[in-house]
């Protein structure tokens, strides 16, 4: 689980990120002879990822479903769906709002990757009862702790197994 949200992360910087670069100069193109508002340019773009992003994910979902070993359920499928499609949209947005805040796309890219190193906050490889409580707020800050929290309990929150977690028995 973990790994498939962070692979929707690695692998969507590197694509978006060089596609908003190129069409940056269309705008400006486009904007200097009074076609466009930067406003409705923005609007346009974030519009036009929508249905491919919504594509991407039902592809994304019909291979990583199944091959996480999730309960066949039709609620725990659209809650799945739902999660992929909602991160795919938050991080595709972020990669588009650094490539706008810089002036190249190599910038926006190391940008952009200073942030790898705090998955270490997402709460999987540091759960959240360890992390100290001054870098708690980073926590709640992670995307993916997000995304995370919402597929385990989409995904789990109904079993009522007792398990062990960190030495005591819990439902």
């Given at each position: 689980?973990?790994?498939a949200?962070?692979?929707?992360?690695m692998n969507?910087i590197?694509?978006v990120?060089?596609?908003v670069?190129?069409?940056?100069v269309?705008?400006?193109?486009?904007?200097?002879a009074g076609?466009?508002?930067?406003?409705a340019?923005?609007?346009?773009?974030?519009?036009?990822?929508v249905?491919?992003?919504?594509i991407?994910t039902?592809l994304f979902?019909?291979?990583t479903?199944?091959?996480?070993g999730?309960?066949?359920?039709?609620?725990?499928?659209?809650?799945?769906?739902?999660?992929?499609?909602?991160?795919q949209?938050?991080?595709?947005?972020?990669?588009?709002?650094?490539?706008?805040?810089?002036?190249?796309?190599?910038?926006?890219?190391?940008?952009?990757?200073f942030?790898?190193p705090?998955?270490i906050?997402s709460?999987?490889?540091?759960?959240?009862?360890?992390?100290?409580k001054?870098?708690l707020?980073?926590?709640?800050?992670?995307h993916?702790?997000?995304?995370?929290?919402?597929?385990?309990?989409?995904?789990?929150?109904?079993?009522n197994?007792?398990?062990?977690?960190f030495?005591?028995?819990?439902?």
């Open positions: 689980m973990y790994f949200v962070a692979f929707l992360e969507n590197s694509y990120q060089s596609f670069a190129t069409e940056r269309v705008m400006y193109r486009e904007r200097f076609m466009y508002s930067s406003w340019y923005a609007l346009a773009q974030v519009t036009v990822e249905p491919y992003l919504f991407q039902l979902g019909m291979i479903y199944p091959m996480i999730y309960y066949g359920s039709t609620y725990k499928l659209l809650w799945y769906f739902y999660a992929i499609f909602c991160t949209l938050y991080f595709t947005f972020f990669r588009m709002l650094f490539v706008s805040l810089t002036l190249e796309v190599t910038i926006a890219g190391a940008l952009s990757s942030f790898y705090l998955l906050f709460g999987f490889l540091m759960p959240k009862p360890k992390i100290q001054w870098w707020w980073l926590y709640y800050l992670m993916t702790s997000w995304t995370l929290n919402c597929l385990l309990t989409s995904q789990y929150g109904d079993i197994d007792e398990i062990v977690v030495g005591e028995m819990k439902p």
